[in-house]
């Protein structure tokens, strides 16, 4: 079922006075201009930090247990990465611009007894990216890639451009599915009612499987169209035939039509209204570290849920100065910042600092290797 701040539409009627705020915001911005570095005030926050956002896209993974056939492991994967996209706060709001070395870690319990973990870090405050891992020792699934969000101003909209990678390891097939992302646009910035949408097309491909999706995620036009919808296909790489149509609305219900077969039907491929969204654990703030997201920003996302802005603000401002404190210090010790969980590689990506190689096949011992790495106390 749906997370309790989800809510069946991203819209948002803004109050006079922080409309208000907004416009006399907007009014320094340029068309088109980067907002990463802009401050935005906090009753357009969701109160959580973006390292902890990405943990949306981890919503249903047990559509990635393991199948035989590899067509059908390529609709899972396809199911898992289209799931992700219906949670959502009440609203139009962003989440915390996370700091420079902050991460978030949680634990998966699945309903047969099994179990995952997932780590999140910032890795780069300018520009910001965020990297993440997640696995599944005795299912053999591993996560990888890191968000790169670039946020633009647009006249009456907000768009944020999710670049970046996602690797999807089916370990005990050999497996990997790589993954782009749709943009994200917040419209009705300056007149309307706010609305949240996907934009623009993504992708999910097996080179080994021979397999690919491609799917446009389809935003309103000016006087007609609907909200969400999507429409995609699921083809052979090497002969473009295509195998499944995709299409519906990717915050209520998705459907796939099998091409192969005469005259078939669509069939339900993701109804967010009957889907379970599996639950994470998250350690008490008290046995957290001080870089832990839920612990950094304690006051800010207490004060906001109090209906405190001023009090938010306040401790937003303390966090975002320690920052800068921090990374001048940096500078006049001349120690450039390390990641703790992930490194750049040659490819220009972030990996884990633990390989996904170098995971042990024994699911005992995966889990052990992968429970140490993550969730050991830094020395």
Not at 73 to 84: A, I, L, N, P
Request: aromatic residues 10%.
């Amino acid at each position: 079922m749906s997370r309790p701040d989800e809510c069946s539409a991203a819209e948002e009627e803004l109050d006079d006075e922080p409309r208000s705020i907004v416009l006399s915001m907007i009014a320094q911005f340029g068309k088109d201009m980067d907002l990463s570095r802009i401050t935005f005030p906090t009753f357009v926050l969701e109160p959580r930090s973006f390292t902890e956002r990405v943990t949306d896209f981890m919503s249903h993974p047990d559509f990635l247990i393991r199948c035989d056939d590899p067509v059908k492991r390529f609709v899972g994967v396809v199911r898992y990465f289209m799931s992700g996209w219906h949670i959502h706060p009440r609203g139009v709001k962003k989440p915390y611009n996370p700091v420079l070395g902050e991460f978030f870690r949680s634990r998966y319990a699945f309903d047969d007894g099994t179990g995952a973990c997932f780590v999140a870090e910032q890795v780069s405050h300018h520009p910001p990216i965020t990297a993440m891992f997640y696995h599944s020792p005795e299912h053999r699934i591993a996560i990888e890639g890191d968000l790169r969000p670039k946020s633009r101003f647009f006249g009456n909209s907000v768009g944020m451009l999710l670049e970046g990678y996602g690797r999807i390891h089916l370990l005990c097939h050999d497996e990997a599915y790589e993954v782009t992302y749709p943009n994200m646009y917040a419209r009705g910035i300056l007149f309307g009612k706010m609305v949240l949408e996907l934009g623009e097309t993504s992708t999910v491909t097996c080179a080994k499987s021979d397999l690919a999706f491609e799917v446009e995620f389809k935003t309103k036009g000016m006087l007609w169209g609907s909200y969400n919808q999507i429409a995609g296909r699921i083809r052979r790489i090497s002969t473009r035939e295509v195998l499944f149509d995709v299409s519906g609305n990717w915050q209520t219900t998705m459907y796939i039509t099998d091409r192969r077969v005469p005259g078939a039907e669509p069939e339900v491929l993701f109804d967010s209204a009957s889907e379970r969204v599996v639950p994470q654990t998250v350690a008490p703030l008290e046995a957290q570290e001080p870089n832990e997201s839920r612990n950094l920003w304690k006051d800010v996302t207490r004060a906001i849920r109090a209906g405190d802005l001023g009090a938010a603000t306040t401790h937003k401002s303390a966090i975002e100065e320690r920052q800068r404190l921090d990374a001048r210090d940096r500078d006049a010790a001349g120690q450039p910042f390390a990641p703790r969980f992930f490194a750049l590689e040659p490819d220009g990506r972030y990996h884990p600092r633990l390989p996904v190689a170098d995971i042990p096949d024994c699911p005992d011992e995966s889990r052990q290797r992968v429970a140490d790495w993550v969730f050991a106390p830094r020395p």
